[in-house]
């Protein structure tokens, strides 16, 4: 079972950006998923900007043929759709950048190949190191692998506060 799970800061814009070169490169569909309430929606064209900027758990999902919208929940989305990659939208909070996440899960060779691309597309826009600090005690550990976009450590420079997707620890980026 081959598994990708790539946590990274982006700003909303990065995001659009890499989901269409990624969409129009590899010829993928793009659905863009609403976890409360539940909401699927196909993109036609491109994706915009106001699509991400909801207050809202949001995931894009990129597939290389057209989804089945036939789905109730999102495991029975990802039930009924084989091989899709999800890409968690992190978005600004009034704490700081909240992470994003590209995750991927199969054994079919078909869709491991799909979704290497579309990680080694994310892994070229962004890159890796920062460190992890536990707010209540100041203790510091090593994330060497998570990664950050350009605008993000712009955001990071001007003093926002880049967070986990879950949890109360912020990363420091390193000079």
């Not at 510091?140 to 880049?162: C, F, P, Q, V, W």
């Amino acid at each position: 079972m081959k598994k990708i799970m790539i946590p990274f800061h982006a700003t909303l814009e990065e995001l659009v950006e890499y989901i269409h070169s990624v969409s129009s490169e590899l010829g993928l569909f793009i659905t863009v998923m609403s976890l409360r309430p539940f909401e699927l929606k196909e993109i036609e064209g491109k994706l915009s900007l106001d699509e991400l900027s909801v207050d809202r758990d949001i995931r894009v999902l990129f597939s290389a043929k057209r989804p089945s919208l036939d789905a109730s929940s999102s495991n029975r989305f990802y039930d009924s759709n084989q091989g899709v990659i999800g890409l968690h939208i992190g978005r600004m909070t009034k704490q700081g950048l909240k992470e994003s996440v590209l995750a991927f899960m199969s054994d079919d060779n078909k869709h491991v190949a799909m979704a290497n691309k579309v990680a080694s597309i994310l892994k070229k826009a962004t890159k890796a190191g920062a460190i992890a600090v536990n707010p209540v005690n100041g203790a510091e550990a090593n994330a060497r692998s998570h990664r950050y976009t350009i605008g993000a450590k712009m955001l990071y420079e001007e003093g926002i506060r880049l967070l986990p997707l879950a949890g109360h620890s912020y990363f420091k980026l390193s000079e």
